[in-house]
């Protein structure tokens, strides 16, 4: 028997994060990447002292509760950690971490594709061609929206709302931000402050959510908030479909009140309100803003080196609870 820590984890990961796992660790794979229920993940971590999940799999109160005693650490792969219960994980004394930084070029690279896929009508664009559908061409022919130049809000300047920012400079947006802190004046790089959305909404031409999905942003966007935006805003969101009323968005959008969504993130993923996909007006992707090679490598390798750090007897440099 190996004296080396017994990981759990719940989705197949990269081969190299795999291949790391397995010199270091008696990795529990899962090859055949099955998603597990509450109650198997319960069952496959008998024995083990850790768990690397991904935010498909669920740690409420209960699950927490009835983890077996050896579990110490949940090593997240992902960011956000909304599919956690921080307070119970608290309670139990369970160390949970998350992997921030790493994904953020690639989520505000998805961000991008997603204003401008919507602006411009991408969903409509690629069905035409893909169907043979298109017949013509006209002046009138699949007008969009700019992008360039334009208002952009950012919900939630964290590091993804940064790097998002820096890249719609690159299309000349005048940027608005509102979060519960204002950044140091260094680091607005002349990104104007809201003390409230309530403040900001009426500015934006788009607006982009990157805050984290918690009791107090859940339903933020709502019909009131949706009704604050210029006429003929375009929302974008890469980060929680929680931020959002599914209700308020799409009459939103049938109303006209947006010109259109691009979304990426989802209230009940993958089984999303299927009126998102009836309406022509939306540019949706399957919640994949880190899903690129280089970011999910990086994702599985912080969370390594936050396991490493426990199991080593130090403090995880990504610790949420
Ligand atoms: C991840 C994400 O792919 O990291 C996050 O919070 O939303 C995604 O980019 C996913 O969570 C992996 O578990």
């Known amino acids: 028997m190996s004296d080396k820590p017994v990981i759990l984890v719940t ?4 081969e190299a994060v795999e291949a790391r796992l397995s010199r270091d660790y008696e990795p529990r794979l899962n090859p055949e990447d099955v998603l597990y229920s509450k109650d198997e993940i319960i069952e496959r971590a008998t024995g083990a ?38 307070g119970a994980a608290k309670k139990r004394g369970l160390v949970v971490t998350n ?25 409509e664009g690629e069905k035409l061609v893909r169907t043979r559908s298109w017949k013509d061409w006209s002046p009138a022919f699949m007008v969009g929206v700019d992008v360039t130049g334009k208002r952009l809000g950012i919900l939630g300047m964290g590091r993804v709302g940064q790097v998002t920012a820096k890249r719609a400079r690159g299309f000349d947006m005048e ?15 002349g990104a104007i402050f809201h003390e409230t959305l309530e403040d900001m909404l009426p500015l934006c031409d788009f607006i982009s959510i990157h805050c984290n999905a918690t009791p107090e942003t859940t339903g933020l966007m709502n019909a009131e908030r949706f009704s604050l935006l210029p006429d ?38 993958p089984n999303i309100d299927a009126r998102f996909a009836e309406l022509p007006n939306t540019f949706l992707m399957p919640h994949i803003g880190s899903a690129t090679i280089e970011t999910r490598d990086a994702m599985g390798f912080r969370a390594l080196d936050n396991l490493d750090a426990y199991f080593k007897g130090d403090e995880p440099g990504d610790r949420v609870a």
């Open 11 to 14: 989705r197949k990961l990269p």
């Open 49 to 86: 002292q850790g768990i690397l999940p991904c935010h498909t799999e669920h740690f409420t109160a209960d699950v927490i509760e009835r983890l077996p005693e050896e579990i110490k650490i949940i090593a997240n792969f992902s960011v956000g950690f909304d599919h956690v219960d921080i």
């Open 99 to 123: 992997t921030p930084d790493v994904l953020s070029n690639a989520t505000a690279e998805l961000t991008m594709m997603l204003m401008i896929g919507a602006a411009r009508r991408a969903s």
């Open 175 to 189: 940027i608005h931000y509102h979060d519960v802190r204002r950044l140091p004046p260094e680091m607005e790089e």
């Open 232 to 269: 003929g805003a375009i929302y974008v969101n890469a980060a929680r479909g929680a931020i959002h009323d599914d209700d308020a968005l799409i009459g939103a959008l049938q109303s006209g009140k947006l010109w259109a969504a691009g979304i990426d993130a989802y209230n009940n993923e």
